[in-house]
């Protein structure tokens, strides 16, 4: 008998199997959300500061990565390198090699594959953390070839600031010409109100750096996220999208709490709409990480007593503590544990298949 019904369970199996072959699952989407600078403490701040419960409490896997790229302390270029190419290289490296060589980055791999892919940051697009995810340069300095790369690139959707990048120019290109030459339909005053997904469209609002949360740039982060959402998951395509919250950074070099706190909130109130997103759509895979931490800032107690917090900080540059990596959705579980940046490269590839 037991053999019997081994057998039965076995064709089943089969059959249930076969059933599949022609409708072969879609992969899953990712969004892949960076807090530059955004270390344990960071985080913590949103659970001391604001009223509101913290979007940071419906994760339901973590896992902590050294941050490490050829040098101890890692800075935001082969940070972000590391994340979208799987390589450990050089500071300021912007997806290449530590002998300078282009690596092939995730939204190369994916968009050969017919997947959507956006970036959006709060930085200019130029910046190191989203050009990782487009562009290939020897230098995170070089915005006027990253500015070519995202013209040449593949990227279906794009925002955040620095149009000057594109207009001010020693070779005197208007690269928003360029753009429309390609069909990108772009805008340098708004996002749009809605999107056809057989378009591709390309956002930036500001000449340079978007402003800080806490100084006109309101609910930007969040709005242009959820555009690029509806954007990516109207097309029948899979969708890859990186997502930054580039200022957490600067308000922790800067050594300014009240900067670093605003701009971490407007980064948990992002991470609330993504989620509220893949909780609908069930099929995407939401990871939120950071580069490396900033100003080895702590939420310290104050004159020891210890119902008052005083933000404090070590340093004004990064620092080489562990980062929290917080995973949602379908194999959220590979995210846990403790191993190397360029692993979430390696984690996402494996989730998409090879
Ligand atoms: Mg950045
Ligand atoms: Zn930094």
Redesign the pocket.
């Known amino acids: 008998m037991k053999f019997l019904s081994k057998t039965y369970l076995l064709a089943v199996l089969i059959i249930g199997c076969q059933g599949n072959t022609d409708q072969a699952p879609k992969p899953r989407n990712i969004i892949l959300m960076i807090g530059?600078?955004m270390g344990l403490s960071q985080v913590s701040s949103a659970f001391y500061y604001q009223k509101d419960s913290s979007n940071f409490y419906r994760f339901t896997s973590m896992g902590l990565i050294k941050t490490s790229s050829t040098s101890k302390v890692t800075?935001?270029a082969a940070g972000a390198t590391a994340m979208s190419t799987g390589v450990t290289t050089y500071n300021g490296a912007i997806s290449v090699d530590p002998d300078s060589i282009a690596l092939e980055t995730i939204v190369d791999i994916l968009s050969l594959r017919g997947w959507k892919t956006g970036v959006v940051s709060t930085s200019s697009i130029q910046h190191a953390t989203p050009a990782a995810f487009y562009a290939h340069n020897k230098s995170r300095r070089n915005y006027e070839e990253i500015s070519l790369d995202l013209v040449d690139s593949n990227i279906d959707f794009f925002a955040g600031g620095g149009y000057a990048g594109l207009t001010q120019r020693p070779d005197s290109i208007n690269l928003l010409d360029s753009l429309s030459a390609k069909g990108i339909i772009w805008d340098t005053l708004k996002l749009a109100k809605s999107t056809d997904p057989e378009e591709k469209y390309g956002f930036l609002l500001s000449e340079w750096h978007m402003p800080p949360a806490s100084d006109g740039r309101g609910d930007f982060l969040s709005n242009a996220v959820k555009l690029a959402i509806d954007y990516c998951s109207t097309s029948n395509d899979p969708f890859f999208l990186m997502v930054e919250g580039s200022q957490i950074?600067w308000g922790g070099?800067e050594n300014e709490p009240d900067y670093l706190i605003s701009e971490l909130l407007d980064f948990d109130k992002t991470i609330g709409a993504v989620l509220d997103f893949a909780e609908r759509d069930g099929n995407t895979l939401v990871i939120v990480t950071a580069d490396h931490e900033?100003g080895g800032f702590t939420l310290a107690t104050k004159d020891h007593d210890y119902n008052k917090i005083e933000p404090t900080f070590s340093t004004t540059g990064?620092s080489a503590t562990l980062i929290p990596v917080f995973a949602f959705g379908p194999e959220a579980e590979k995210f846990t544990g403790i191993y190397k940046n360029t692993a979430i490269f390696d984690k996402m590839m494996e989730v998409v298949g090879e």
Do not use: I, L, R
Request: hydrophobic share 0%; proline share 0%.
């Open positions: 530059d600078g800075d935001s950074d070099h900033t990064h």
